[in-house]
Protein backbone atom coordinates (compact mmCIF):
# COMPACT_ATOMS: atom_id res chain seq x y z
CA UNK A 1 0.00 0.00 0.00
CA UNK A 2 1.41 3.28 -1.23
CA UNK A 3 1.15 5.17 2.33
CA UNK A 4 -1.12 8.36 1.96
CA UNK A 5 0.75 11.32 3.40
CA UNK A 6 -1.19 14.31 5.42
CA UNK A 7 -0.06 17.45 5.65
CA UNK A 8 -1.31 20.39 8.01
CA UNK A 9 -2.88 23.62 7.24
CA UNK A 10 -2.01 25.54 9.98
CA UNK A 11 -3.44 29.08 8.70
CA UNK A 12 -6.91 29.53 10.82
CA UNK A 13 -4.89 29.04 13.71
CA UNK A 14 -3.38 32.41 13.02
CA UNK A 15 -7.03 33.57 12.30
CA UNK A 16 -8.11 33.04 15.19
CA UNK A 17 -5.40 34.98 17.10
CA UNK A 18 -5.33 37.19 14.63
CA UNK A 19 -8.95 38.22 15.35
CA UNK A 20 -8.25 39.35 18.88
CA UNK A 21 -5.21 41.08 17.93
CA UNK A 22 -2.73 38.50 20.27
CA UNK A 23 -0.63 36.69 20.38
CA UNK A 24 -1.77 33.89 20.64
CA UNK A 25 -2.99 30.95 19.93
CA UNK A 26 0.34 30.06 17.77
CA UNK A 27 0.07 28.66 14.64
CA UNK A 28 3.95 27.54 15.28
CA UNK A 29 2.62 25.61 18.14
CA UNK A 30 -0.15 24.25 16.00
CA UNK A 31 2.38 23.18 13.37
CA UNK A 32 4.82 21.67 16.00
CA UNK A 33 1.99 19.82 17.85
CA UNK A 34 0.98 18.79 14.31
CA UNK A 35 4.68 17.09 13.41
CA UNK A 36 4.28 15.37 17.20
CA UNK A 37 1.31 13.79 16.00
CA UNK A 38 2.45 12.39 12.83
CA UNK A 39 1.72 15.56 10.30
CA UNK A 40 3.66 14.31 7.00
CA UNK A 41 4.19 18.24 6.19
CA UNK A 42 2.94 21.79 7.12
CA UNK A 43 1.12 24.31 5.07
CA UNK A 44 0.81 27.75 5.54
CA UNK A 45 -0.08 30.29 2.89
CA UNK A 46 0.95 34.03 3.20
CA UNK A 47 -1.56 36.29 1.39
CA UNK A 48 -0.71 39.48 0.18
CA UNK A 49 -3.14 41.37 3.01
CA UNK A 50 -1.66 38.94 5.89
CA UNK A 51 -4.98 38.61 6.71
CA UNK A 52 -4.01 35.46 9.14
CA UNK A 53 -0.33 34.00 8.52
CA UNK A 54 2.40 36.48 8.83
CA UNK A 55 6.09 36.74 7.83
CA UNK A 56 7.50 36.32 10.99
CA UNK A 57 5.16 33.26 11.62
CA UNK A 58 6.93 32.07 8.06
CA UNK A 59 10.25 32.66 9.40
CA UNK A 60 9.77 30.67 12.64
CA UNK A 61 8.09 27.85 10.63
CA UNK A 62 11.28 27.75 8.62
CA UNK A 63 13.87 27.88 11.32
CA UNK A 64 11.96 25.18 13.68
CA UNK A 65 10.03 22.26 11.42
CA UNK A 66 11.59 18.72 10.71
CA UNK A 67 8.93 18.08 8.32
CA UNK A 68 8.32 19.66 5.30
CA UNK A 69 7.10 23.22 4.90
CA UNK A 70 4.85 23.82 1.71
CA UNK A 71 4.64 27.44 1.60
CA UNK A 72 1.43 28.74 -0.41
CA UNK A 73 2.01 32.10 -2.52
CA UNK A 74 0.19 33.85 -5.42
CA UNK A 75 2.42 34.03 -8.25
CA UNK A 76 3.76 37.63 -7.58
CA UNK A 77 7.23 39.33 -6.87
CA UNK A 78 7.04 39.72 -3.73
CA UNK A 79 5.85 36.50 -2.47
CA UNK A 80 9.07 34.86 -5.12
CA UNK A 81 11.42 36.47 -3.08
CA UNK A 82 9.89 35.15 -0.13
CA UNK A 83 10.20 31.94 -1.08
CA UNK A 84 13.74 32.44 -2.45
CA UNK A 85 15.04 33.45 1.36
CA UNK A 86 13.85 31.00 3.12
CA UNK A 87 13.77 28.30 0.31
CA UNK A 88 10.99 25.84 1.77
CA UNK A 89 10.91 22.45 0.38
CA UNK A 90 7.82 23.65 -1.72
CA UNK A 91 5.79 26.04 -2.72
CA UNK A 92 2.56 25.61 -4.06
CA UNK A 93 1.63 28.55 -6.39
CA UNK A 94 -2.38 29.51 -6.10
CA UNK A 95 -5.32 32.09 -7.31
CA UNK A 96 -5.65 35.01 -4.65
CA UNK A 97 -8.08 37.61 -4.59
CA UNK A 98 -8.52 39.63 -1.36
CA UNK A 99 -12.36 39.49 -1.36
CA UNK A 100 -12.43 35.96 -1.19
CA UNK A 101 -12.52 34.20 2.23
CA UNK A 102 -10.81 31.01 1.21
CA UNK A 103 -9.06 30.42 -2.11
CA UNK A 104 -12.20 29.98 -4.47
CA UNK A 105 -10.68 27.84 -7.17
CA UNK A 106 -7.47 26.61 -9.03
CA UNK A 107 -5.06 28.88 -10.62
CA UNK A 108 -5.67 29.61 -14.40
CA UNK A 109 -2.85 28.25 -15.54
CA UNK A 110 -3.56 27.64 -19.57
CA UNK A 111 -3.92 31.90 -20.53
CA UNK A 112 -0.78 31.90 -18.01
CA UNK A 113 1.44 29.57 -19.48
CA UNK A 114 4.16 31.97 -20.48
CA UNK A 115 4.51 34.07 -17.17
CA UNK A 116 3.88 31.21 -14.71
CA UNK A 117 6.93 29.33 -16.46
CA UNK A 118 9.06 32.11 -16.35
CA UNK A 119 8.21 32.54 -12.08
CA UNK A 120 8.81 29.19 -11.31
CA UNK A 121 12.23 28.40 -12.72
CA UNK A 122 13.29 30.78 -9.81
CA UNK A 123 11.91 28.51 -7.34
CA UNK A 124 12.73 25.23 -8.96
CA UNK A 125 16.68 26.41 -9.29
CA UNK A 126 16.61 27.16 -5.99
CA UNK A 127 15.70 23.82 -4.68
CA UNK A 128 11.53 24.17 -4.22
CA UNK A 129 9.38 21.46 -5.48
CA UNK A 130 7.09 23.72 -7.25
CA UNK A 131 3.03 22.56 -7.03
CA UNK A 132 0.43 24.14 -8.95
CA UNK A 133 -3.08 24.57 -7.22
CA UNK A 134 -5.72 23.69 -9.82
CA UNK A 135 -9.37 22.24 -10.75
CA UNK A 136 -9.66 19.10 -11.77
CA UNK A 137 -9.44 19.81 -15.23
CA UNK A 138 -7.19 18.49 -18.51
CA UNK A 139 -6.35 21.89 -19.82
CA UNK A 140 -4.73 23.34 -16.67
CA UNK A 141 -3.31 19.55 -15.54
CA UNK A 142 -1.65 19.68 -19.18
CA UNK A 143 -0.07 23.15 -18.75
CA UNK A 144 1.00 22.83 -15.34
CA UNK A 145 3.37 19.47 -17.46
CA UNK A 146 4.05 21.94 -19.80
CA UNK A 147 5.20 24.78 -17.51
CA UNK A 148 7.41 22.47 -15.43
CA UNK A 149 5.32 22.05 -12.07
CA UNK A 150 6.92 19.13 -10.64
CA UNK A 151 3.45 18.42 -9.05
CA UNK A 152 -0.28 19.61 -9.13
CA UNK A 153 -2.55 19.49 -6.04
CA UNK A 154 -6.25 19.15 -7.58
CA UNK A 155 -9.09 21.36 -5.78
CA UNK A 156 -11.19 19.30 -4.16
CA UNK A 157 -13.51 22.08 -3.15
CA UNK A 158 -16.65 21.45 -5.56
CA UNK A 159 -16.58 17.94 -4.53
CA UNK A 160 -17.01 18.71 -0.51
CA UNK A 161 -19.48 21.87 -1.44
CA UNK A 162 -21.91 19.42 -3.39
CA UNK A 163 -21.96 16.51 -0.88
CA UNK A 164 -22.52 18.38 2.27
CA UNK A 165 -25.17 20.65 0.05
CA UNK A 166 -26.73 17.34 -0.55
CA UNK A 167 -26.57 17.17 -4.23
CA UNK A 168 -24.96 13.46 -4.51
CA UNK A 169 -25.07 13.69 -8.81
CA UNK A 170 -23.27 16.78 -9.29
CA UNK A 171 -20.79 15.36 -6.14
CA UNK A 172 -20.35 12.43 -8.34
CA UNK A 173 -19.40 14.06 -11.65
CA UNK A 174 -16.77 16.08 -10.00
CA UNK A 175 -15.46 13.22 -8.71
CA UNK A 176 -15.00 11.52 -11.29
CA UNK A 177 -13.13 14.72 -12.75
CA UNK A 178 -10.98 14.41 -9.99
CA UNK A 179 -10.42 10.35 -10.60
CA UNK A 180 -9.60 10.70 -14.31
CA UNK A 181 -7.46 14.06 -13.80
CA UNK A 182 -5.68 12.28 -10.95
CA UNK A 183 -4.94 9.52 -13.69
CA UNK A 184 -3.71 11.97 -16.21
CA UNK A 185 -1.42 13.98 -14.25
CA UNK A 186 0.21 11.02 -12.95
CA UNK A 187 0.65 9.61 -16.57
CA UNK A 188 2.10 12.81 -17.57
CA UNK A 189 4.65 12.39 -14.69
CA UNK A 190 3.38 15.01 -12.20
CA UNK A 191 2.97 14.41 -8.58
CA UNK A 192 -0.74 14.32 -7.52
CA UNK A 193 -1.66 16.39 -4.17
CA UNK A 194 -5.62 16.99 -3.31
CA UNK A 195 -6.88 19.10 -0.91
CA UNK A 196 -9.27 21.91 -0.20
CA UNK A 197 -12.71 21.37 2.23
CA UNK A 198 -12.45 17.84 2.98
CA UNK A 199 -13.78 16.42 6.15
CA UNK A 200 -14.24 13.08 7.82
CA UNK A 201 -17.16 12.48 5.67
CA UNK A 202 -15.79 13.32 2.67
CA UNK A 203 -11.72 12.09 2.53
CA UNK A 204 -12.51 8.52 1.53
CA UNK A 205 -13.11 8.65 -2.08
CA UNK A 206 -10.21 11.18 -2.57
CA UNK A 207 -8.15 9.27 -0.25
CA UNK A 208 -8.84 5.90 -2.56
CA UNK A 209 -7.13 7.13 -5.77
CA UNK A 210 -4.46 5.90 -6.56
CA UNK A 211 -2.13 8.83 -7.93
CA UNK A 212 -2.97 10.48 -5.10
CA UNK A 213 0.81 11.06 -2.99
CA UNK A 214 -0.41 14.16 -0.27
CA UNK A 215 -3.64 15.61 1.03
CA UNK A 216 -3.53 19.22 2.61
CA UNK A 217 -5.84 19.62 4.55
CA UNK A 218 -6.70 22.77 7.37
CA UNK A 219 -9.82 24.25 8.09
CA UNK A 220 -11.63 21.49 8.99
CA UNK A 221 -9.28 19.83 11.48
CA UNK A 222 -8.68 22.92 12.95
CA UNK A 223 -12.17 23.27 13.44
CA UNK A 224 -12.16 19.40 15.17
CA UNK A 225 -9.43 20.55 17.20
CA UNK A 226 -11.57 22.40 19.27
CA UNK A 227 -13.46 19.27 20.80
CA UNK A 228 -10.58 16.76 20.88
CA UNK A 229 -7.73 18.25 20.26
CA UNK A 230 -5.14 18.39 17.39
CA UNK A 231 -3.74 15.35 18.12
CA UNK A 232 -7.32 13.64 17.94
CA UNK A 233 -8.70 15.35 15.15
CA UNK A 234 -5.38 14.27 12.95
CA UNK A 235 -5.49 10.36 14.36
CA UNK A 236 -8.91 10.52 13.21
CA UNK A 237 -8.14 12.00 9.36
CA UNK A 238 -5.39 9.54 9.77
CA UNK A 239 -7.34 6.72 10.17
CA UNK A 240 -9.63 7.36 7.35
CA UNK A 241 -7.21 8.13 4.86
CA UNK A 242 -5.72 4.46 5.52
CA UNK A 243 -8.80 2.87 5.35
CA UNK A 244 -9.69 3.97 2.40
CA UNK A 245 -6.29 3.34 1.09
CA UNK A 246 -6.50 -0.06 1.98
Not at 31 to 52: C, S
Not at 55 to 65: F, G, H, K, P, S
Request: charged share 25%.
Amino acid sequence: MNRLRLGVNIDHVATVRNARGTAYPDPVRAAQLAEEAGADGITAHLREDRRHISDTDIERLAATLRVPLNFEMAATVEMQAIALRHRPHAVCIVPEKREERTTEGGLEVARQENALAHFIAPLREAGCRVSIFIAADRAQVEAAHRIGAQVVELHTGGYCDHHHEGDLAARDGELVRLTEMAALAHDLGLEVHAGHGLTYETVGPIAALPQVMELNIGHFLVGEAIFRGLPGAMAEMRRLMDEARA
